[in-house]
């Protein structure tokens, strides 16, 4: 009897970091009958990223409603690594797979769902907040984020809190 590790990343927008190990799997039984593998998800900071913190720290879930890329709201997971670490992935918040492709307009989309998963986190008592930045469809630099968390950026012609930031009209950071 042999014994192998699978250490393998998700497949960007088609399989999670398990998914894959869990098929990489099936294809070598199918082929080797007697042999024990040994799954060791990975991730880059993009999805699957809370999923395989997660699994190795025999951590837990929490879920939350947060505002997605375009503003709608959507429920979030992240997760519990102990009781003072939480792990949250920009990808379930503010993610390229929550995105028609069609829909995909970087000047239209916010990182504020994933500064409202942090806000709801620290609130929760966690102390130690890892937040993974990959897989992200936006591209404002972290303004909805820092919005969601409080930074007021002095809008001229949008005197609250902004759902979309359109880098044009970004003037000041308060």
């Known amino acids: 009897m042999g014994c192998s590790s699978l250490a393998p990343d998700s497949f960007k927008g088609s399989l999670t970091t398990l998914e894959v190990a869990n098929s990489i799997e099936k294809g070598i039984k199918n082929i080797i009958k007697d042999v024990d593998i040994v799954k060791i998800p990975i991730a880059d900071g993009g999805e699957g990223t809370v999923e395989a913190l997660v699994l190795a720290t025999n951590g837990r879930y929490e879920e939350a409603y947060v505002v997605g890329p375009l503003g709608k709201r959507l429920k979030a997971k992240y997760g519990i690594l102990d009781e003072h670490i939480s792990v949250i992935e920009m990808a379930a918040t ?4 929550l995105i028609d492709k069609d829909k995909l307009d970087v000047l239209s989309t916010t990182t504020y769902g994933t500064g409202e998963l942090v806000k709801i986190a620290m609130e929760k008592g966690y102390r130690k907040i890892y937040v993974g930045l990959g897989g992200s469809c936006t591209n404002d630099g ?3 984020f820092a919005q969601a968390l ?6 001229q012609k949008y005197p609250t809190i902004v759902l979309y930031i359109i880098m044009k009209h970004l003037r000041l950071i308060l």
């Not at 503010?94 to 797979?97: A, F, Q």
């Not at 409080?150 to 809008?155: A, D, L, M, P, R």
């Open 94 to 97: 503010s993610g390229l797979t």
């Open 142 to 144: 972290g303004v909805g």
């Open 150 to 155: 409080g930074v007021s950026f002095g809008q």
